[in-house]
C-alpha cells in the first residue's frame, strides 16, 4: 500500500460529497465501506432513503452507514470509481486517475437489485441517464462495461453470467 488517501467531505449540490485530497491513480484502492451489515427490513425501515446511506451487498443484505466518509460518496452515470470486493471487505476502488480536488464517485447502479428504490439523476455528466435504477435496467453497453472493470458485485455478477 502507498501513502494513506485522504478526503474532503464537503457540501454540493446533491448533499454532501467526497473529494480527493491529493491525486489518487487508476486501480488505486480508495476507501472500505464500513458500516454493519443489516437485513434488507432494516434498510426498508429508513425513513430518508435519498439520505440513508446503505449499501446493497447480497439480496437481502445491506451495509448500514459507518459515519465516515463511505457513507458519502455520491453517485455519477460516470464515475471515476467502482465498488470492489476483496477477501469479504468492500472497497472503493479508482476506475480512471482522479486528480486532487476532484469528487469521487461511484455508479449506485453497479450495486443496486432490490426491485425498491429508485431516483432521479442530477449528476450532470453527459452519460447521465436520468434515472438511477437497478443493475439489470442498465444499458448493455454499460453493462459490459462495468463487467470488464471487475466493479459488478457477485450477487448481481451470478445473475448476468
Ligand atoms: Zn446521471
Same mark, same amino acid.
Request: charged share 30%.
Given at each position: ?5 485522504? %478526503?474532503?467531505?464537503?457540501? /454540493?449540490?446533491?448533499? @454532501? ?15 472500505? %465501506? ?6 434488507? !427490513? ?10 440513508? &446511506? %446503505?449499501?446493497?451487498? $447480497?439480496?437481502? /443484505?445491506?451495509? *448500514? ?5 463511505? $457513507?458519502?460518496? =455520491? &453517485? ?5 470509481? *467502482? ?9 472503493? &476502488? ?5 486528480? =486532487?480536488? !476532484?469528487?469521487?464517485? %461511484?455508479?449506485?447502479?453497479? /450495486?443496486?437489485? !432490490?426491485? &425498491? ?20 435496467? @442498465? ?9 470488464? @472493470? !471487475? ?9 448476468? @453470467?
Amino acid at each position: 500500500m502507498g501513502k494513506p488517501m485522504s %478526503f474532503d467531505i464537503r457540501k /454540493t449540490h446533491k448533499g @454532501l460529497g467526497v473529494f480527493a485530497a491529493r491525486s489518487i491513480l487508476r486501480g488505486d484502492r480508495v476507501l472500505e %465501506f464500513k458500516g454493519e451489515r443489516c437485513s434488507k !427490513e432494516v434498510y426498508k425501515s429508513c425513513n430518508t432513503p435519498d439520505n440513508c &446511506h %446503505f449499501l446493497q451487498i $447480497d439480496d437481502d /443484505t445491506y451495509l *448500514g452507514p459507518s459515519g465516515e466518509a463511505d $457513507d458519502y460518496v =455520491n &453517485h455519477s452515470c460516470d464515475p471515476n470509481c *467502482g465498488v470492489r470486493y476483496s477477501g469479504g471487505r468492500i472497497f472503493l &476502488h479508482a476506475i480512471r486517475d482522479i486528480a =486532487n480536488g !476532484e469528487e469521487l464517485s %461511484f455508479d449506485y447502479s453497479t /450495486t443496486m437489485d !432490490e426491485d &425498491h428504490w429508485e431516483m432521479k439523476c442530477r449528476c450532470g455528466s453527459k452519460e447521465c441517464r436520468g434515472t438511477v435504477r437497478d443493475f439489470k435496467h @442498465l444499458p448493455e453497453n454499460v453493462k459490459k462495461r462495468y463487467i470488464d @472493470l !471487475e466493479i459488478v458485485p457477485p450477487f448481481i455478477l451470478k445473475k448476468v @453470467l
